[in-house]
């Protein structure tokens, strides 16, 4: 599925679409791939015009694996950039438009449900190579937890999987296309004691912050996503960008993904090189499917001074910039609901009422 959570007159609404135009279907000439086009669009309204998204899909098989991979790129619509982060945890000044809330470029709800009473578990790999597990028994440790609005535990370095012990889904993705230490945000729902789960490739969730224990009135809790830049969505950086991926989807029997599945996930991660020998040398030969875009994102920014740079060119450069002449600083907002709380809260802790 693909979506978007967009504040409107009448409050946070979802805005997505499930069906799909097919463009083509083809098959290979040997038959040993085939697969499907499709294309999508859908809209949503900003300031008294509709907003469209649109992207395609590319579904495709190959003879004896048994995988699903996509392809894509969904492209989100520009909306009107109206509000400016001031605060002491982003000194940019640029202004964004705070009413994108989530984004779904291609949302995978698994079929996989919990033993009732039981666990899902995630398995991750991450940069250390090495591989292990989570149980999603937020619920467990305080019951305000059962319905997880996002959750991102999960150091990704090239996939992911959820499994209820019997069976699972193993998530990959092409780290030529696209890549990210969080590249996939998931959803956790319970109903009867039985868990499902949401998994948002290259997307974002937002909504209701984790309780905790103790957790007193909540007013603490209240307050702090009230003014905590870091718990905001980062929803509002999708506006006006298109976003391209390329992924595995591997359904595999049992707990944990076995040893031949994460062979074949590492290898979908991390493309071969293909060299050409000429001349005494070698010449990597890349797909450069996104060279294009590469070289507008470069224009706009002014990038080509910085290509090639690493880490510590990166330091280097921010700490040469000259400080900032504006220091002036505006505190968060806060609702006077939530002021008249914490007054009373006080009164009640001063007098032990």
Not at 134 to 161: C, K, Q
Not at 258 to 276: I, R, W
Request: one cysteine or more; charged letters at 25%.
């Amino acid at each position: 599925t693909a979506g978007v959570t967009y504040k409107t007159g009448d409050g946070r609404k979802v805005f997505s679409r499930s069906g799909f135009e097919v463009m083509r279907v083809f098959r290979g000439e040997r038959g040993r791939v085939g697969g499907v086009d499709l294309r999508f669009e859908f809209g949503f309204p900003s300031g008294g015009t509709k907003r469209k998204v649109e992207g395609t899909y590319r579904l495709y098989l190959f003879d004896g694996m048994p995988y699903v991979f996509m392809k894509g790129w969904v492209r989100f619509p520009e909306t009107t950039r109206r509000d400016v982060c001031r605060d002491v945890a982003s000194r940019t000044g640029s202004k964004f438009d705070s009413r994108w809330l989530e984004v779904l470029p291609a949302q995978i709800a698994p079929g996989i449900r919990s033993p009732k009473g039981g666990f899902l578990k995630v398995w991750k790999h991450n940069f250390h190579n090495a591989v292990n597990c989570y149980e999603l028994n937020f619920g467990a440790i305080d019951p305000r937890n059962r319905n997880a609005d996002s959750f991102n535990n999960h150091v990704t370095d090239g996939w992911v999987a959820v499994s209820n012990g019997e069976k699972g889904l193993l998530l990959a993705h092409d780290q030529v296309w696209n890549t990210s230490f969080a590249m996939c945000p998931m959803r956790l729902r319970e109903s009867g004691g039985i868990q499902r789960v949401y998994m948002n490739p290259f997307g974002t969730y937002h909504g209701k912050q984790f309780s905790h224990l103790p957790d007193g009135s909540g007013a603490a809790r209240e307050l702090t996503t009230a003014v905590a830049q870091q718990l905001k969505s980062s929803a509002p950086s999708y506006n006006g960008e298109t976003v391209f991926f390329h992924v595995m989807l591997a359904p595999y029997i049992g707990g944990a993904p076995p040893p031949k599945l994460q062979v074949d996930a590492d290898a979908f991660s991390h493309p071969p090189g293909v060299f050409e020998v000429s001349d005494g040398g070698l010449t990597l030969l890349t797909e450069g499917f996104m060279d294009d875009e590469m070289e507008e994102v470069v224009e706009e920014y002014g990038l080509a001074d910085a290509l090639g740079w690493g880490y510590a060119d990166f330091l280097e450069h921010c700490n040469s910039l000259p400080p900032e002449a504006d220091r002036r600083r505006k505190l968060p907002a806060v609702p006077s609901r939530l002021l008249g709380r914490l007054f009373v809260e006080a009164l009640r802790a001063k007098w032990g009422l």
